[in-house]
């Protein structure tokens, strides 16, 4: 089993192996992937168990990150193999939970998966976690494997072996991340994913705006459409390669598909009104969205094999931008039925919508976290524009960051960082793509080569 150039998005997962063995001295513990001992516990609110992979709350305070060790990877090419650790270890950073050690501070080089590094020159470094890896090119196809090693008791935690396509070469890295962050904080990984975006262009007055996509770390961006038309809030569905989006043709907003391996895109519906704010529901079968007739606008449900929509509310205000729960049952949407913008949740059938946000301001684009814990949502207060979250039922809001003009915050796939953008003052301002972690305090801008907004984080990728 292979996965296709990353310009044709891949449906299949590549071929991993649990690695084992590597002399009778490391048999015992190259035998499975062994709990995390006392590696962590000492840096994080975890659970003190010894029976299984720590959980780390990364909701709460600051944590200080895991001292963990990179070297370049071993490998025929070593410019290459050296490209594969150096993501690894960016991806983590990036993550704010670990802290890369310097490579120039490194005891011991030439480390191979295939033989058990020495501790002794690793304890010095208080490295509590080193990863061992090697890459290569084996004609059109390139094989990564590593080991992530416990510094203070000797052991591996896991291993893995992976294989792809050549032109795919940087997801073995992202795939390698993933591994790592799960074994170490008890989440899954984040980084083989992608997100689409609005790519913006132009003076301030007259702006082209394109869809486009790319790796979560910003690398293989390509344009999905030609800036012929507006288009705005694109999402990816949770089940198959392809987005929804509203596209503005001839200025009239309307929804549709897109398939990312073809390109080819579906109109879909026909309305008598203007329909806009699109999502998946988690089966990938039906497409939430609002529609805008004699000045009210409603949230409908379609189901994409049949084509039929139907109402979900009937308020005399504006409801819009709907989200589903990720087990389906439920829709946070937001509205102004009781004199204000703020969000309301209500039953997948339309039935039971309740208010859940209470403070000052105005509150929108709610988006349902992948775990079902929190909602994201922008708020509008005292002249700032808010990121925040509260819980399904209201309770527990807080703010994670603010500026100028923050909005259209996006979950990453471990429900643990948010992608947003933030647009600066001036006719020369801009949005640009930042994320946060739920501590609110590791916030990074993520590199795009021009203006970007609206972004939406993908499912990782199969």
């Not at 990816?236 to 073809?262: A, G, K, W």
């Amino acid at each position: 089993m292979t996965m296709p150039p990353h310009d044709q998005p891949p449906r299949l997962a590549p071929r991993r192996h649990l690695l084992r063995g590597a002399g009778a001295a490391a048999a015992a513990a190259w035998a499975t992937a062994l709990p995390l001992s006392g590696l962590y516990a000492r840096r994080a609110l975890a659970q003190n168990s010894s029976s299984g992979p720590l959980e780390v709350d990364i909701t709460q305070g600051v944590l200080k990150p895991i001292s963990i060790a990179v070297p370049l990877f071993a490998g025929p090419d070593q410019q290459f193999a050296g490209q594969i650790a150096d993501i690894v270890s960016a991806d983590l950073k990036r993550s704010g939970l670990f802290a890369p050690i310097d490579r120039a501070a490194f005891l011991e080089r030439d480390l191979t998966p295939d033989r058990a590094p020495r501790f002794v020159n690793w304890r010095p470094l208080n490295a509590q976690a080193l990863v061992v890896g090697q890459a290569e090119r084996r004609g059109d196809q390139v094989v990564a494997s590593f080991r992530l090693w416990d510094v203070f008791s000797g052991r591996q935690l896991t291993g893995q072996r992976f294989t792809t396509a050549a032109a795919n070469w940087r997801r073995l890295a992202h795939l390698i991340a993933d591994q790592v962050y799960e074994r170490l904080t008890g989440e899954r990984g984040y980084f083989d994913s992608r997100v689409v975006f609005i790519d913006e262009r132009g003076p301030k007055d007259r702006r082209s705006k394109r869809l486009a996509i790319m790796d979560q770390d910003s690398a293989n961006l390509r344009l999905l459409t030609d800036g012929r038309e507006l288009v705005l809030t694109p999402r990816f569905s949770p089940t198959r390669q392809e987005i929804t989006f509203t596209s503005y043709r001839r200025n009239r907003p309307e929804v549709v598909l897109m398939d990312l391996t073809s390109g080819r895109r579906t109109r879909i519906g026909q309305f008598n009104g203007t329909t806009f704010a699109p999502r998946f529901s988690p089966d990938g079968g039906r497409l939430v969205f609002s529609l805008e007739q004699n000045g009210l606008t409603n949230v409908f449900e379609m189901e994409l094999r049949s084509r039929r929509a139907r109402q979900l509310t009937n308020a005399n205000s504006i409801d819009t931008g709907p989200c589903y729960a990720p087990d389906g049952r439920r829709i946070v949407f937001e509205s102004d039925r009781d004199r204000g913008q703020q969000l309301y949740v209500m039953n997948a059938d339309g039935t039971g919508a309740r208010r859940i946000s209470y403070g000052s301001g105005r509150y929108s684009t709610p988006v349902w976290s992948p775990r079902g814990d929190l909602i994201a949502f922008t708020k509008q207060a005292g002249g700032q524009f808010l990121i925040g979250v509260m819980k399904p039922d209201g309770s527990g809001e807080r703010i994670l960051t603010e500026g100028f003009h923050n909005e259209g915050p996006t979950w990453a796939p471990n429900g643990r960082v948010l992608m947003f953008f933030r647009e600066t003052r001036g006719a020369r301002g801009g949005p640009r793509l930042h994320s946060i972690d739920l501590t609110g305090y590791n916030e990074q801008r993520v590199s795009t080569p021009s203006f970007a907004s609206d972004p939406a984080w993908s499912p990782l990728l199969k």
